[in-house]
């Protein structure tokens, strides 16, 4: 069975451009959520969604948004590049949104922003 | 609210030596606590995770973790590496925030193994 797959592997981008990240769950899953992970750190929560709707967001500015479309799969896009949003976007898909719900993770995208 | 601390940035073991990853959560609620590892230039991978029931829990790879909820300590173990454990390890605790299912993650262990 196919995981969570994530597009495009790697992006350069430069400061004030935007970028779409998209990301397809495993078959079955109806719940994904978006993690930004910068370099030397853990991942940080962007977002969550779960059938279709935003089920909730971590400390980012509004320039971060996403959606979730009918057959699960997401966006993640960001407004106004800063050097500092450079980092591995993941991707996580779970069944659901309960607590005990594993999240399974994609191999991520590589944003440079210059 | 719920955090996650890596004792260790860092953890140098010699090939077919035992390994313990150290991790340690603070949380008011139920704990739901995960064991990923990250090879270089790649997402996360699933180790192992504790829900509830027996505290000794079994994953991929030979390794295994000890749920301790006195000392608040979720380590990760294993009896014998090999080369190609090195990676990044997170312990991360899962918890609800205003609806929002939330992977805390603590700041990774890099397991360097050397031959």
């Known amino acids: 069975d196919a995981g969570v797959t994530q597009s495009p592997t790697h992006l350069i981008k430069t400061r004030g451009q935007h970028v779409t990240l998209r990301c397809s769950p495993i078959?079955?899953?109806?719940?994904v959520s978006w993690y930004q992970q910068v370099l030397g750190q853990g991942p940080q929560f962007i977002f969550q969604?779960?059938?279709?709707?935003?089920?909730g967001r971590g400390n980012f500015p509004d320039r971060f948004s996403a959606r979730q479309f009918p057959n699960y799969s997401s966006e993640l896009n960001v407004n106004a590049l800063l050097l500092g949003d450079s980092a591995l976007y993941l991707c996580?898909?779970?069944?659901?949104?309960?607590?005990?719900?594993?999240?399974?993770f994609g191999p991520g995208t590589r944003l440079l922003v210059l | 609210a719920q955090s996650v601390t890596q004792l260790d940035s860092q953890v140098p073991v010699f090939e077919e030596a035992p390994v313990e990853l150290r991790c340690n959560y603070s949380s008011s609620v139920s704990v739901y606590l995960f064991w990923y590892v990250q090879y270089p230039n790649q997402g996360l991978q699933l180790l192992l995770k504790y829900l509830s029931g027996s505290t000794l829990v079994k994953g991929i790879n030979g390794f295994e973790a000890e749920f301790n909820k006195s000392q608040t300590s979720f380590h990760l173990r294993k009896p014998s590496v090999h080369i190609s454990d090195t990676a990044e390890y997170f312990c991360a605790v899962q918890t609800i925030i205003q609806g929002a299912q939330k992977l805390v993650f603590g700041q990774g262990t890099r397991l360097t193994i050397n031959p």
């Open positions: 996580a898909s779970s069944f659901t949104s309960e607590y005990q719900e594993t999240q399974y």
């Open positions: 969604y779960y059938e279709k709707e935003e089920r």
């Open positions: 078959s079955g899953h109806k719940s």
